[in-house]
Structure formats: structure tokens, C-alpha cells
């Protein structure tokens, strides 16, 4: 009998052990961009407080940006941002959901750089839209940084740019991201 | 029921417990795995579009490191008709600097047309309103300020003194963003004059004020700021100070268009000098003009 409360007992353990290795951060770059082109003064902040999990057996991922954590260079802008963009304070985080797809591509074990597509949903100012992009994975002494780039459409996330900063701020926010991971332990 | 029996259900149960909480973990929420965040003790910012509600000071601060260029008009009053053309004809005015040090400490100083004033302040927040971990309901600010006239001496042949050109205020400003769109304050304010017309008249004038914030839309909001002045002689021709106005804003600017029944635009002008009455329609259209430039860049870049 004791056999048997044993074998079950390891069993249990052996399929908690087998949870699928993750990676995360909790110091993750988002760097945003919407100046207009012929703008005199630049518009884009960053974010350095960024959330950021990898799966690395099922290769999802997910991202939480909250909203004040981004920096800008004036003060005016930064309060702007916050109180008539993205409304910070009815809409405190942003977040993104999604997949690797080709993730079977990428050894963790190995030492590399591997280029991958990542699709998700991008959660932001209450509204949620699908988004593709490509992106870099990079391993390194049991390391990983993911880095990507792309586009998104303000009026996608039914953020409005007045007429009187038209010139100044672009209709769409060119986005980077760049983390660099660690093993998720427990 | 003998014990090993026992004890087998239980490492059953815990089995089964273990596993169904293994097969969870392919579809789970990633972002828990990090564990819930603490909210952080947060400062509630925007409780004002700016420093002044109209005339009175706002329980809001410069952003640490800007200037505040602030063009104010008051015109003539309404009730002039059309040969003034409702007042518009006439106009006074204050330009005024204020630049923000910390986030709860700022300096400003300005001159007006009336009675070619000039006058400063330091206003300084021991307590900020804030949320999460360690919150604080109220803001609690504290003005000193003095002004100091610059017309010439009344009667030049008596002996006059300097000092006489001057008075000091002192104000508290006790306010609450309550709502992301409602903010309201209190600024109980004293008024030091050390020369005064009358002698009826007090040195230290004592006042209640109130003011607030009702924002319509994402850049429009309503103001209202008012004062009760106290200890005023029953006979005075001066009225209590108040102001109702929008404030607009437009990216850069925020223009701030009031109607108020006084002509003053520093504490001791607006607080003890205001003898429009509202019941008479003898009130002004009045415009303040706020541009905040950054003097000092944050740095958002990495070195």
C-alpha cells in the first residue's frame, strides 16, 4: 500500500515539475513614436516597467503595460498623454495576449537568434484588435530577449488626434519593444 | 475503516488535485504567475488644468521644471453697453511667471496694470493627494505672497514710507480631486495691508474662499472660485469676489474665459478691492492665457 501512496505521490510531483520552462521581466522596454512627419517637436515616451511572461514550451506570451509608466521628454506631453490619449486613469493598463507561432523554431537551450511571428491581441484604451508582427528572439547563456517593432493605428484603439495637433502627432505609433528575460522560477 | 485506507484517499485526492492544477497551467493566465501587484502610492495629478482656479490659486502644481507664461485680461464691465462696447474697450492686465521646482513647490511673481502692481509668491504642499498604499485624501497647500504698488504717493507733501506700499497674504488651500471630472477646494486666506484708506478699515482682512473644477469634456471644463470676506466695515463699497469661466484647453495653451465682478488679479487686489455686483450685472469678461514651456528636459533617453 505504502508502495502505491509513493508512486502516485512522485507521479504528482514529476507532473508539477514538468510545468514547461518560462521566462519573464519585470524591467521590459516599450518605446512608442507618433511623431508627424515635418514635426518640430518630437512625440514618443518610453516605458521601462514592463511586464512581460514567455512560455516557452507553448510559445505564449503576454505583455502588461501600464500606462503611467511612460516618460517623455516635456511634462505637458506626458499629462496629455495621459489625461486626453490613452485616459490613463479609466484605462490603466495595456495588454497584449498571444502566440509564437513558429515557436518549435526556437531552442531554448541553444544560444542563438531566431526570428519569429508573434499574433496576439492587443488590449488598449478599452479597445481590443489583432496584431501580427515579427520579431526577434535571442538566447544567450540561458537568457532570452525578445525584441519587436511595429505599427498600430490610433483609431484602431479610438484614440483621437484633434485637428490642431494634427501636424504635430501622426495617426498611427510606431511601437518597439525590447525585454530581456529570465527563467521563472516555482 | 482501517488507516492505510485513509490514507490512501487523501494521497488520491491530492493526486488528483495536483495534476488538474498542472493541466491548468497550459492555458493560464501567464501575467499571474508573477503574483498580483501592489498598488503604489500614487500623487492624483490634473485636479486643475492649472495653478489658478480663476483668480485664486488651484490645489494643482507646476510640473517640476516648467514655466508657466500666464497673460491675464480683465476688461471693462458689461453693463457700459455698446458705447464701451460692453467693456472690451477697456482692458487691464497681469503678465505673471510661475515655474515649478518640485512636484509640491512653485515660485511666480507678476505685474498688473492696476495700480501698476507688482507681486510674488511661494507656494509649497506638505501634503499631496494621493492613492493606493499610504493614501491621502486632501491636498494641502500653503501660499505666502506679497504685493507691492507702484503708482505714485497719493499726497507726496506728507511723509511717506515704503513699507506702506506693501501687503502680504497668506493662504491655505485644502482640496480634494473627488471624481476624475469634480474637484473642489477651500482657502481660508488672510490679507495683510500695512497702509489702509480708511480707518474704519482693518489691517488684516480674513477670508474663506472656495473654488472647483467640472470637467465637460476630455478639454473643457467649467470653474468657479469665490471669496467671503469677513471682517469688512458694514458701510464698504467693496463686494465679494466671484468668478465663473471655462477652461479650454488646446494642446499647449489653456485659455481660461470667466466672468468675475473684480478687476484684480493678485490676492490683495481680487480679495479686498472688488466692487462689481453681480445683482447689477456690473461684471467683466476676463481671460487668462497659460503657455507651459519646459525649461529643464526630462531625460527620457538612456545614456
Known amino acids: 500500500m505504502k508502495k502505491i501512496i509513493l508512486l502516485l505521490v512522485a507521479s504528482a510531483i514529476l507532473a508539477t515539475g514538468s510545468y514547461a520552462q518560462k521566462y519573464f521581466t519585470k524591467t521590459g522596454k516599450v518605446n512608442f513614436d507618433a511623431t508627424s512627419s515635418g514635426s518640430p517637436e ?79 491581441k492587443l488590449t488598449m484604451h478599452g479597445e481590443t484588435k489583432d496584431v501580427e508582427t515579427e520579431g526577434k528572439i535571442t538566447i544567450q547563456s540561458g537568457k532570452v530577449s525578445a525584441a519587436a517593432d511595429f505599427q498600430v493605428l490610433l483609431s484602431d484603439y479610438k484614440i483621437s488626434i484633434p485637428g490642431l495637433v494634427a501636424d504635430k502627432v501622426s495617426k498611427s505609433a510606431k511601437i518597439s519593444v525590447s525585454c530581456s528575460l529570465e527563467a521563472l522560477k516555482g | 475503516m482501517n488507516k492505510k485506507n485513509q490514507l490512501l484517499r487523501i494521497a488520491i485526492v491530492l493526486t488528483g488535485i495536483l495534476y488538474v492544477e498542472s493541466l491548468r497551467a497550459q492555458e493560464e493566465d501567464l501575467l499571474k504567475l508573477l503574483g498580483e501587484e501592489k498598488p503604489k502610492k500614487e500623487i492624483v495629478k490634473n485636479a486643475f488644468k492649472s495653478p489658478r482656479v480663476i483668480n485664486g490659486h488651484s490645489m494643482e502644481f507646476l510640473r517640476p521644471g516648467t514655466m508657466d507664461f500666464r497673460i491675464l485680461h480683465r476688461f471693462g464691465q458689461l453693463d457700459q453697453g455698446y458705447d464701451n462696447f460692453f467693456g472690451l474697450d477697456q482692458a487691464s492686465m497681469r503678465m505673471g511667471f510661475d515655474f515649478g521646482i518640485l512636484k509640491n513647490l512653485m515660485v511666480g511673481f507678476g505685474r498688473s496694470t492696476y495700480r501698476k502692481e507688482l507681486d510674488g509668491y511661494i507656494k509649497y504642499a506638505p501634503f499631496l493627494q494621493s492613492t493606493g498604499k499610504g493614501a491621502f485624501p486632501f491636498t494641502i497647500a500653503l501660499v505666502s505672497g506679497m504685493t507691492m504698488d507702484g503708482l505714485p504717493w497719493a499726497d507726496p507733501t506728507r511723509k511717506n514710507f515704503f513699507t506702506s506700499r506693501l501687503a502680504y497674504y497668506f493662504q491655505t488651500i485644502i482640496g480634494r480631486k473627488i471624481t476624475e471630472g469634480l474637484t473642489l477646494q477651500l482657502m481660508p486666506t488672510m490679507v495683510h495691508k500695512n497702509l489702509v484708506q480708511l480707518a474704519s478699515e482693518s489691517n488684516n482682512i480674513y477670508s474663506v474662499g472656495v473654488g472647483g473644477r467640472l470637467r465637460l469634456s476630455r478639454r473643457v471644463s467649467l470653474t468657479c472660485d469665490y471669496f467671503h470676506v469677513y471682517n469688512r466695515p458694514k458701510d464698504s463699497e467693496y463686494q465679494d469676489p466671484l468668478s465663473v469661466g471655462f477652461d479650454i484647453e488646446t494642446g499647449g495653451h489653456v485659455f481660461q474665459l470667466h466672468f468675475s465682478n473684480s478687476t484684480g488679479m493678485n490676492e490683495r487686489a481680487f480679495i479686498t478691492e472688488t466692487t462689481g455686483r453681480w445683482d447689477k450685472t456690473e461684471i467683466r469678461f476676463g481671460f487668462n492665457l497659460s503657455r507651459v514651456f519646459q525649461i529643464k528636459k526630462k531625460k527620457t533617453k538612456e545614456k
Open chain 1, 42 to 120: 518630437k512625440i514618443e515616451g518610453v516605458n521601462r516597467t514592463v511586464t512581460c511572461v514567455v512560455d516557452a514550451k507553448t510559445g505564449n506570451m503576454q505583455f502588461a503595460v501600464l500606462m503611467k509608466g511612460f516618460e517623455f521628454e516635456r511634462a505637458l506631453m506626458e499629462e496629455h498623454f495621459n489625461e486626453n490619449y490613452v485616459e490613463s486613469d479609466k484605462f490603466p493598463k495595456a495588454e497584449f495576449k498571444g502566440n509564437i507561432a513558429n515557436n518549435d523554431k526556437v531552442s531554448y537551450a541553444k544560444d542563438g537568434t531566431y526570428t519569429v511571428t508573434v499574433k496576439g
